[in-house]
């Protein structure tokens, strides 16, 4: 019992390890028991992660917990990284933001007349179809209609089976 009272005071030691919660939600099959394990984990570590280590954790969740990545798993991270950051306006502003579309007033997209609609597409570049194919020219045979079938020879069955 000694070592494993050990081992788990050496686990208490490391703090916030970003390689041992994924090993351990990687590692653990059942959808339950992970859940339970992400929770404790977070609950007991959490609080060391820097903003990085929990952004690292967040941004591989579904990967790495799969069905165990519950609301309330992602309501704890959510939880921890505002907490991180709450002493900081700009990006307390933009937790929750969506990120790649620049955001646009409501005054912007309706004018007095009503909707405005997006400015058109740029023309589409013309380009010129191929030249066609040259002309195919066929060679009549000499001395033979245009419409004959060549002849071939006879056909010869044998009367009797060959040997």
């Known amino acids: 019992m000694g070592a494993v009272a050990h081992a788990q005071s050496d686990s208490d030691k490391k703090g916030c390890l970003v390689a041992e919660f994924r090993t351990m939600a990687l590692k653990t ?23 990085q280590q ?10 790495w917990l799969g069905a ?43 004018s007095s007349s ?10 589409a570049k013309v380009v010129a179809p191929p030249p066609p194919p040259p002309p195919v020219m066929v060679a009549p045979l000499l001395g033979v209609p245009e419409y004959a079938v060549p002849k071939q020879p006879p056909l010869v069955i044998p009367k009797k089976p060959l040997d």
């Open 114 to 123: 009503g909707y405005r609609p997006p400015p058109p597409p740029p023309p």
């Open 68 to 110: 165990a990545d519950t609301p309330e798993v992602m309501g704890i991270i959510d939880g921890m990284l505002e907490a991180k950051i709450s002493s900081n306006p700009e990006l307390m502003a933009q937790f929750y933001e969506t990120k790649g579309r620049e955001s646009v007033t409501t005054a912007e997209v309706f």
């Open 29 to 51: 099959h059942d959808v339950g028991q992970r859940v339970e394990r992400v929770e404790a984990w977070l609950r007991k570590h959490g609080s060391s992660c820097t903003k």
């Open 54 to 63: 929990l952004d690292a954790i967040k941004s591989n969740r579904p990967a």
